[in-house]
């Protein structure tokens, strides 16, 4: 928020004294991701916060909201640099001074977002339980695994693609206008930033739209989760089981076949033991648990020929 909040204002400072619209666009990209993640960072506290007697289910919906807000940010800030975009293509500007003060600046934004845009591709592998990649291999790793993350983690991430690649835009703008006569190609790289805004709003806003429905979580973690609860040596099967992921956090509400002949006691024990276990795991905030006897029917493998059919 804060390296965003710097940019924005030498990018805006930039584009008064030189008037490049590439300049202007990219200043008010940094705006809108300062914004946002001012609006995330205050909705990623709250929904940290434990469950309470009125939120039994605790906060982790909250950050969705909070997302949303933010996907209004940004999609008014890209509508005012199409704006702007069309403006200049329908009346192109004249090359003007402060070629060094455009080029420096752009140079500084794309080390501060690529700085940013690592650290989030590395907290995307760390919250997604993948392994560690470095070099090339980080930004293909990242976003295999980016919905696996949290909803701020993938907002960073996200903005910060987009602000690289139109610091890059923006400074093949001003070096173009600066040495020949195609003015135009500012306001297609003020237009083109804009749209990539417009990306990020759609992107974002429907996976926290997804989160406040309440999404499943994705298959690999219920395979975890699955082979965890059948590793139990008194688990016969599984009967039912729903996963449902908020914020960074999954909900565990499975039904349990035990073995037969068990005491009330003994199977009752053998229910905290699995939620106990289940709970071990970071990712997993819950685990409700039913207990039922063993039906002699293999309920779980059957569910998996049924989806896969499906």
């Not at 906060?59 to 909201?65: A, Q």
């Not at 800030?77 to 003060?101: C, K, V």
């Not at 610091?167 to 135009?184: G, K, M, Q, W, Y």
């Not at 237009?191 to 429907?206: C, E």
Request: charged residues 20%; contains cysteine; negative net charge.
């Amino acid at each position: 928020m804060a390296g965003n909040a710097v940019l924005a204002a030498a990018k805006g400072g930039a584009a008064l004294f030189t008037g490049s619209g590439a300049m202007f666009a990219s200043a008010m990209h940094s705006l809108a991701d300062a914004v946002n993640q001012g609006f995330v960072f205050v909705g990623s506290v709250l929904s940290e916060k434990r469950p309470s007697r009125r939120f039994p289910v605790g906060f982790g919906r909250v950050i969705n909201i909070f997302c949303m807000i933010a996907v209004i940010v940004v999609t008014i800030m890209a509508y005012e640099t199409i704006h702007e975009g069309i403006h200049l293509l329908q009346h192109p500007g004249e090359a003007s001074g402060g070629f060094w003060i455009n080029v420096g600046v752009l140079l500084l934004n794309i080390l501060v977002d690529g700085a940013i845009l690592i650290k989030a591709s590395k907290e995307i592998l760390k919250e997604a339980r993948a392994p560690k990649a470095s070099g090339f291999a980080l930004l293909p790793a990242a976003f295999k695994n980016v919905g696996r993350a949290a909803p701020p983690t993938r907002l960073v991430f996200y903005e910060d693609i987009v602000a690289v690649l139109g610091a890059f835009f923006a400074l093949i703008a001003v070096v173009v206008v600066s040495f020949t006569n195609f003015a135009l190609i500012d306001g297609i790289a003020t237009t083109l930033i804009g749209f990539l805004m417009i990306a990020v709003a759609f992107r974002v806003g429907y996976d926290n739209m997804i989160g406040l429905i309440g999404v499943s979580a994705p298959q690999d973690v219920e395979d975890k989760v699955s082979a965890a609860i059948l590793g139990d040596a008194d688990v016969r099967d599984i009967e039912s089981m729903r996963i449902i992921q908020e914020g960074r956090y999954y909900h565990v509400d499975a039904v349990v076949e035990l073995r037969t002949g068990l005491t009330l006691g003994d199977a009752d024990d053998i229910k905290i033991r699995i939620q106990q276990h289940l709970t071990t795991d970071p990712d997993i905030a819950d685990a409700a648990i039913s207990i039922v006897e063993d039906d002699g029917k293999t309920s779980w493998k059957r569910r998996e020929a049924e989806v896969e059919k499906n």
